[in-house]
């Protein structure tokens, strides 16, 4: 069994993150054009820069779901 070649989704990929603060998990998606905040705390998670999604500080990225 071999793998193929890697596809990349750069339009269409998730990402759950977790929010260092409260330690609330989400899934946002990878390319929002709004700030998403976390459902918890309500702290800004990601903010859209250059139409992608830029993580703050605060929060990690624990994987990325295709
Ligand atoms: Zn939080």
Known sequence: ???G???QQPNSRFLKVKCL????EQIIF????T???CLKC???LAKPVGG????????R?????Q
């Open 1 to 3: 069994m071999t793998k």
């Open 5 to 7: 070649e890697i596809v």
């Open 21 to 24: 603060d409260c330690e609330n």
């Open 30 to 33: 990878g390319n929002a054009s």
């Open 35 to 37: 700030e998403v905040k």
């Open 42 to 44: 309500d702290k800004v």
């Open 52 to 59: 992608k999604t830029k993580l703050q500080p605060i929060a």
């Open 61 to 65: 990225e624990v994987e990325t779901l």
